[in-house]
């Protein structure tokens, strides 16, 4: 792709989403935070004047950020590129997070395309990728046997097809989210997409939002 999607939910400390913050995105650099061009969309769309992204209403934003390992766009960025993403409304809430890393060398993404069913065992040499499946039947990816020197390791799942995908722990005791296993079974969303992070020796959690539905059961 020749751009790389970003997306997050702004919520506040009672966990309720923020409409309306203004949304700014910086390249963080030694000489200090400069402003860059984000679009909004991977491919044509244009681009956004700074100042003008916002959250809706259910506090959710996106952006795309051109990137040089497939160019297009006059202005690319690398694969250690660093970001900063600020937001602020005015007697609500403010604030920022730096050095949030957008872009991922191509050779970190691996896809998958599943015409019927099929079952996906990771290990754990897969850990800190993004596994894309295009799956049109009934798919279950495994996560890896994990153990207390796997904390911070993280998996981003997509699911490209119209299938079902279902993510099961490896072990007994493992949980996700509390359960042990957490799937998406809407046919429409053909762009879904979680990531796992390890807490614990046991636990896994979500890395930010979920996009699309997905429902953590056992």
């Known amino acids: 792709m020749a751009r790389s999607h970003y997306w997050q939910?702004?919520?506040?400390e009672e966990g309720q989403p923020v409409e309306a913050a203004v949304i700014n995105v910086y390249e963080v650099t030694d000489e200090g935070d400069v402003d860059?061009?984000?679009?909004?969309?991977?491919?044509?769309g244009s681009i956004i004047v700074p100042g003008t992204?916002?959250?809706d209403s259910n506090g959710f934003f996106d952006f795309c950020v051109p990137?040089?390992?497939d160019p297009v766009d006059t202005v690319t960025y690398s694969?250690?590129?660093l970001f900063k993403i600020a937001w602020e409304k005015a007697n609500v809430i403010s604030g920022s997070v730096d050095d949030v890393k957008i872009i991922y060398d191509n050779s970190k993404i691996h896809t998958v395309e599943i015409s019927t069913s099929a079952v996906i065992a990771l290990v754990l040499s897969q850990m800190q990728e993004i596994l894309v499946v295009n799956t049109a039947g009934v798919t279950t990816v495994a996560l890896p046997h994990v153990g207390i020197n796997d904390i911070g390791k993280w998996i981003q799942i997509q699911k490209m097809g119209a299938g079902n995908?279902?993510?099961n722990v490896a072990d007994v005791g493992d949980t996700i989210e509390g359960e042990t296993q957490v799937a998406n079974t809407e046919a429409g969303e053909t762009d879904a997409n979680i990531t796992l992070y390890l807490a614990t020796a046991t636990t896994w959690k979500y890395l930010g939002a979920p996009f699309g539905t997905w429902v953590a059961s056992s």
């Open 9 to 12: 939910y702004l919520i506040n």
């Open 36 to 44: 860059i061009e984000i679009y909004t969309a991977e491919s044509g």
């Open 53 to 55: 992204l916002e959250t």
């Open 67 to 69: 990137n040089e390992l």
């Open 79 to 81: 694969a250690d590129t």
């Open 165 to 167: 995908l279902t993510i």
